[in-house]
């Protein structure tokens, strides 16, 4: 499909739905809302129509949206999105191409935001990447042979919920690790370790252990080329990559871990970015 054309992306959060127009120069006519959280799916549905409707010319090809919940991609149902507790069931696909007459996209934001870096971003010329997200969560976007993989059932990607220790790696290798651990707010830490707070930075080595083994079983799995690390706790990647590279060490295939590269993504607002390409990558299909 044409990197030309003019693709509404938009990321449906918690919070916020934001969206602008995509094109292969960039965004424009970026805009954000308040969503009513803890509103109706119509009234979810109209805070988002908000957004897109000044976007929604008559040079737009399609819409993509990225989701923080599990998607049937093919009917574009979205079930169970995480702090919109009414949003069990939505045929969303359905609903926005009866409104708008454009084919739309719907999709995972970790797969979002994988597809962004991989057409927008460090993820350019790459055959196998693994777009990693540490945020107040662990997840996840795979791509695979240049195509996005998410599975039977858009689950792949799910390594935080995977059983490490006591819980899960999200419990030990996200923005939640201060806050399970010891009881202190990862803002705070952050502002501490950036200070040279010795007990901040001490925190942030034993996360980088865990993260460290998190990313050895992503490699065991997936073998990729290359893993971008997105979410907000990439800004502290400073603090924790020493660690994190030394627990690494011990990945039995020397060679495969040489030729691996890990990178902080550097990409604004790569969800938006993401939820448009979701339209490109349909195309290869």
Not at 254 to 264: A, H, N, T, Y
């Amino acid at each position: 499909m044409e990197r030309s054309e003019n693709i509404i992306g938009i990321d449906l959060g918690a919070t916020n739905v934001r969206g602008a127009v995509v094109n292969e120069e960039g965004l424009s006519g970026l805009t954000s809302k308040r969503i009513r959280s803890n509103g109706t799916v119509e009234e979810v549905l109209q805070d988002m129509y908000a957004v897109i409707d000044p976007l929604a010319g008559s040079d737009i090809a399609a819409i993509g949206i990225g989701v923080p919940s599990v998607v049937d991609t093919e009917k574009g149902i979205v079930y169970d999105v995480q702090n919109i507790p009414s949003w069990k069931e939505v045929p969303l696909k359905q609903i926005l191409e009866n409104k708008y007459h454009v084919p739309v996209y719907v999709n995972n934001d970790a797969n979002c935001f994988a597809l962004g870096e991989y057409y927008f971003g460090k993820g350019i010329g790459e055959d196998h990447l693994i777009g990693l997200t540490i945020g107040t969560g662990l997840g996840a976007g795979i791509i695979i042979h240049r195509r996005l993989y998410a599975g039977a059932n858009c689950g792949a990607g799910e390594f935080g919920t995977v059983e490490y220790l006591d819980h899960c790696y999200e419990y030990y290798c996200s923005g939640q690790f201060f806050e399970n651990v010891y009881q202190v707010d990862g803002a705070v830490v952050f502002d501490r370790a950036a200070k040279g707070d010795p007990e901040a930075l001490r925190m942030y080595a034993e996360m980088g252990i865990h993260l460290g083994k998190a990313i050895k079983m992503i490699l065991y799995t997936y073998d990729p080329s290359l893993i971008i690390l997105g979410g907000s706790v990439r800004n502290a990647y400073a603090y924790f990559q020493k660690t994190m590279r030394e627990e690494m060490s011990s990945f039995a295939f020397g060679k495969s871990l040489e030729q691996l590269r890990i990178v902080v993504s550097e990409l604004d607002n790569s969800a938006i970015l993401g939820a448009a390409a979701l339209y490109y990558d349909a195309g290869r299909r």
